[in-house]
């Protein structure tokens, strides 16, 4: 079943394009993430989610219920952490979470105290003496302390330190082993190809590509450092080329069987042929897709 | 009603300084009067010989004599001003202040209805008032039955209530516009100090005389509530009617519109 699922979501702002015919499906029980440079449109995409935005054209479903027509029902399931945790001055970390419980019905005090106990949170603190990482843990726990059964985060580690980032990430997995969908935005490559089971690439408003990280990873590019050599040769299919003293590094996604025919007539004394790191390759899909598209 | 007492409780330091501040303005008025009283049938004449100025401000019908014509001049300074302003300031920022604060994006993807949510704040807004003019009232009240002229007050009930009506339409226009807009301040000290002077101009020539059906303060004039002892049926349906258009703007804008944060 799909606990999320976009069918051409559109919204422009005006003129000015946020997100262009997105099309996601996150199954159930899916640490799915979102990849995609800033501005991008995955903010875009996860406010129009949320009911702050309204979609220009497209629909969207969570939990098999319309995103407009149901909002109520489907914001009561969902925790959401904001990519810049912003909350109510004057009020301490207590209070805002208290406010946040009440707001849902819910007596969330047990779970909170977990968290904040496992995220080293004072919940004395003013909201307005925390520091960025401290306020990014605010919204954590605000995200994860109804228990919800989707969980959508804008860009969630940043401001925390690796300590932190690594709490997060167990509190997460402990929580998708329970049964919960995780949909994470990042541009943050590597947080995602450690952690999620399916991911989707968005560039200029629209959807690269979007599978499971492991068929992500096998798209047939590879990385080639030829060393000893005097240029980068002039293949077709070459993306990424890098020369530098005598060595020469570069992507091919051509056929295999050619490049060994076509590497005979280069000039090298070591050759090194393997597959590209997560990293590589969506910079790959940043790149070439997004500017062919 | 979660929403409403967040509002109230982000609202108590406003409502307390603006109550303190105008309170303390209200109560020096009305406790200076015995000091005045011996001298206000002279200046009586003065007062109400000065022309348009004395039109302006509805002295030429008043009777300085009598502690009611004293206090709605008075009240008209202090509670007419300095209530509308805080009720404007209040209102004006009671929508826009979540996407200014960035807090619009906290709020508004918690399971509770965008209606809903306009609504408790509404409910805020004029409770606020509310309490702001029961301050003022009571002060009115301590004060009076002080110098001695609590007979007086049965006259000063209009006057207070027609204020309180004043600054709640006044409130819910800028609760409307709130929702169109980022930040306000300056809008809302506009419109409470711009109705104010329209109703000045207004008694001053009778060509504009159509603009005391655009502002509040036509139907708390204190020259027109002592004479006539009722509030004007007219400009009164004209500013709840303002009211209740703004206010529903504010339902219908803000289940609509895009957050942005």
């Given at each position: 079943?799909?606990?999320?699922?976009?069918?051409?979501?559109?919204?422009?702002?005006?003129?000015?394009?946020?997100?262009e015919?997105?099309?996601?499906?996150?199954?159930?029980?899916?640490?799915?993430?979102?990849?995609?440079?800033?501005?991008?449109?995955?903010?875009?995409?996860?406010?129009t989610?949320?009911?702050?935005l309204?979609?220009?054209?497209?629909?969207?479903e969570?939990?098999?219920?319309d995103?407009?027509?149901?909002?109520?029902?489907?914001?009561?399931?969902?925790?959401?952490?904001?990519?810049?945790?912003?909350?109510y001055?004057?009020?301490?970390?207590?209070?805002?979470?208290?406010?946040?419980a009440?707001?849902?019905?819910?007596?969330?005090?047990?779970?909170?105290?977990?968290?904040?106990?496992?995220?080293?949170?004072?919940?004395?603190?003013?909201?307005?003496?925390?520091?960025?990482?401290?306020?990014?843990?605010?919204?954590?726990?605000?995200?994860?302390?109804?228990?919800?059964?989707?969980?959508?985060l804008?860009?969630?580690?940043?401001?925390?330190?690796?300590?932190?980032?690594?709490?997060?990430?167990?509190?997460?997995?402990?929580?998708?082993?329970?049964?919960a969908?995780?949909?994470?935005?990042?541009?943050?490559?590597?947080?995602?190809?450690?952690y999620?089971?399916?991911?989707?690439?968005?560039?200029?408003?629209?959807?690269?590509?979007?599978?499971?990280?492991?068929?992500?990873?096998?798209?047939?590019?590879?990385?080639?450092?030829?060393?000893g050599?005097?240029k980068?040769?002039?293949?077709a299919?070459?993306?990424?080329?890098?020369?530098?003293?005598?060595?020469?590094?570069?992507?091919?996604?051509?056929?295999?069987?050619?490049?060994?025919?076509?590497?005979?007539?280069?000039?090298?004394?070591?050759?090194?042929?393997?597959?590209?790191?997560?990293?590589?390759?969506?910079m790959?899909?940043?790149?070439?897709?997004?500017?062919?598209? | 009603?979660?929403?409403?007492?967040?509002e109230?409780?982000?609202?108590?330091?406003?409502?307390?300084?603006?109550?303190?501040?105008v309170?303390?303005?209200l109560?020096?008025?009305?406790?200076?009067?015995?000091?005045?009283?011996?001298?206000?049938?002279?200046?009586?004449?003065?007062?109400?010989?000065m022309?348009?100025f004395?039109?302006?401000?509805?002295?030429?019908?008043?009777?300085?004599?009598?502690?009611?014509?004293?206090?709605?001049?008075?009240?008209?300074?202090?509670?007419?001003?300095?209530?509308?302003?805080?009720?404007?300031?209040?209102?004006?920022?009671?929508?826009?202040?979540?996407?200014?604060?960035?807090?619009?994006e906290?709020?508004?993807?918690?399971?509770?209805?965008?209606?809903r949510?306009?609504?408790?704040k509404?409910?805020?807004?004029?409770?606020?008032?509310?309490?702001?003019?029961?301050?003022?009232?009571?002060?009115?009240?301590?004060?009076?039955?002080i110098?001695?002229?609590?007979s007086?007050?049965?006259?000063?009930?209009?006057?207070?209530?027609?204020?309180?009506?004043?600054?709640?339409?006044?409130a819910?226009?800028?609760?409307g516009?709130?929702?169109?807009?980022?930040?306000?301040?300056?809008?809302g000290?506009?419109?409470?100090?711009?109705?104010?002077?329209?109703?000045?101009?207004?008694?001053?020539?009778?060509?504009?005389?159509?603009?005391?059906?655009?502002?509040?303060?036509?139907?708390?004039?204190?020259?027109?509530?002592?004479?006539?002892?009722?509030?004007?049926?007219?400009?009164?349906?004209?500013g709840?009617?303002?009211a209740?258009?703004?206010?529903?703007?504010?339902?219908?804008?803000?289940?609509?519109?895009d957050?942005?944060?």
């Amino acid at each position: 079943m799909n606990v999320l699922l976009t069918e051409d979501l559109t919204k422009f702002y005006g003129i000015h394009r946020g997100i262009e015919n997105v099309c996601l499906s996150v199954g159930e029980g899916d640490f799915f993430g979102f990849i995609g440079p800033n501005g991008a449109g995955k903010s875009t995409t996860i406010r129009t989610l949320l009911g702050l935005l309204s979609p220009t054209s497209g629909r969207a479903e969570i939990f098999g219920k319309d995103i407009l027509r149901d909002h109520l029902e489907i914001m009561s399931e969902i925790g959401y952490l904001p990519s810049e945790a912003v909350f109510y001055n004057g009020m301490k970390v207590r209070d805002i979470l208290s406010f946040s419980a009440k707001l849902r019905k819910k007596d969330c005090k047990k779970e909170a105290d977990e968290l904040c106990e496992r995220l080293e949170l004072d919940q004395e603190r003013k909201i307005s003496q925390l520091s960025l990482g401290n306020r990014k843990k605010v919204g954590i726990v605000l995200a994860l302390q109804h228990r919800p059964r989707l969980y959508i985060l804008d860009e969630p580690t940043g401001g925390l330190d690796p300590l932190m980032q690594q709490e997060f990430y167990s509190i997460l997995q402990e929580r998708n082993k329970q049964g919960a969908t995780i949909f994470l935005s990042s541009h943050i490559l590597s947080e995602v190809s450690k952690y999620c089971s399916h991911a989707a690439v968005i560039r200029a408003g629209k959807i690269l590509v979007s599978d499971s990280v492991e068929k992500l990873g096998h798209t047939g590019v590879k990385r080639i450092v030829l060393q000893g050599t005097d240029k980068i040769p002039q293949f077709a299919h070459i993306s990424d080329p890098c020369f530098e003293n005598g060595t020469a590094k570069f992507l091919y996604d051509g056929d295999q069987k050619e490049l060994i025919s076509l590497l005979a007539d280069v000039p090298f004394t070591d050759i090194s042929i393997s597959d590209p790191d997560f990293d590589e390759i969506f910079m790959h899909y940043y790149k070439t897709e997004g500017d062919e598209k | 009603m979660t929403v409403f007492f967040h509002e109230m409780k982000r609202g108590s330091q406003p409502l307390i300084i603006c109550s303190v501040v105008v309170s303390f303005m209200l109560a020096a008025a009305i406790l200076l009067y015995p000091q005045m009283e011996p001298q206000m049938s002279e200046m009586e004449g003065m007062l109400a010989d000065m022309g348009s100025f004395s039109s302006a401000f509805g002295m030429d019908k008043m009777n300085f004599s009598r502690f009611p014509d004293y206090f709605a001049i008075e009240c008209g300074n202090t509670v007419g001003i300095g209530g509308a302003i805080f009720a404007a300031l209040t209102g004006i920022s009671m929508l826009c202040k979540e996407e200014k604060e960035k807090t619009a994006e906290f709020l508004f993807t918690h399971p509770v209805s965008r209606c809903r949510i306009v609504f408790e704040k509404l409910l805020a807004l004029i409770v606020q008032i509310v309490i702001f003019n029961a301050v003022l009232s009571a002060v009115t009240v301590l004060s009076s039955v002080i110098i001695g002229k609590a007979s007086d007050l049965a006259d000063m009930w209009l006057i207070l209530l027609a204020y309180l009506i004043l600054e709640t339409e006044i409130a819910m226009i800028c609760f409307g516009i709130s929702s169109f807009i980022r930040s306000g301040i300056g809008i809302g000290i506009g419109i409470a100090v711009g109705m104010y002077f329209l109703n000045i101009i207004s008694n001053i020539t009778e060509d504009v005389k159509f603009l005391k059906y655009i502002t509040p303060y036509a139907y708390a004039d204190g020259a027109e509530l002592l004479t006539n002892h009722y509030i004007d049926g007219v400009y009164l349906a004209i500013g709840i009617t303002l009211a209740a258009v703004c206010a529903a703007a504010a339902f219908f804008r803000t289940a609509k519109k895009d957050i942005f944060c």
